[in-house]
């Protein structure tokens, strides 16, 4: 059973809502999400917000919070938690590559998530610089942070 297989059974065996807030990975995770089974039925769904000022107005990040963060990857999966009114919310933030962004190297991934338990987070360190590896990596991270919550 691959990862979206057992995310869908096990939201759908708890019952749960879940909701994605995404920046690096640019509504790939939503897309992923969205061919399990039933998704209608569990998965919420997102925003999508690359722009600085799209995750301060619409997500509330608190202004100044560097955006390669594991304060911005939790602030992000609180805020579309509560926007969107969901039990797991997970959050892909950081940089994709080929190159280094505010002193962040590329690879450098924070997956946030909040449910009722609190907020927390998950940084990877991704040995490459080529944006599609760090893309599809974050997406099975944040598959794995799910399920974890789902737990």
Same mark, same amino acid.
Do not use: N
């Given at each position: ?46 925003? &999508?917000?690359? /722009?600085? #000022? ?6 509330? =990040? *608190?202004?100044? +919070? %560097? ?43 924070? &997956?946030?998530? /909040?449910? #009722? ?6 940084? =990877? *360190?991704?040995? +490459? %610089? ?22």
């Amino acid at each position: 059973m691959d990862a979206v297989e057992a995310l869908a059974q096990r939201a759908q065996d708890r019952g749960a809502r879940l909701a994605v807030a995404e920046s690096l990975t640019c509504g790939l995770l939503a897309s992923t999400i969205g061919k399990g089974e039933s998704a209608q039925e569990w998965f919420a769904g997102g925003v &999508v917000c690359y /722009a600085l #000022d799209v995750k301060e107005r619409v997500l509330g =990040l *608190e202004p100044g +919070t %560097d955006p390669c963060s594991p304060e911005c990857a939790e602030q992000l999966a609180r805020g579309v938690r509560q926007l969107i009114v969901a039990d797991v919310a997970v959050s892909v933030t950081g940089v994709g590559g080929p190159q280094p962004s505010d002193g962040h190297p590329a690879g450098t991934v924070y &997956v946030g998530w /909040a449910d #009722d338990a609190g907020t927390g987070h998950r940084m =990877l *360190e991704l040995d +490459t %610089d080529d944006p599609g590896e760090v893309l599809e990596a974050s997406v099975d991270a944040a598959l794995e942070v799910f399920l974890e919550r789902l737990a």
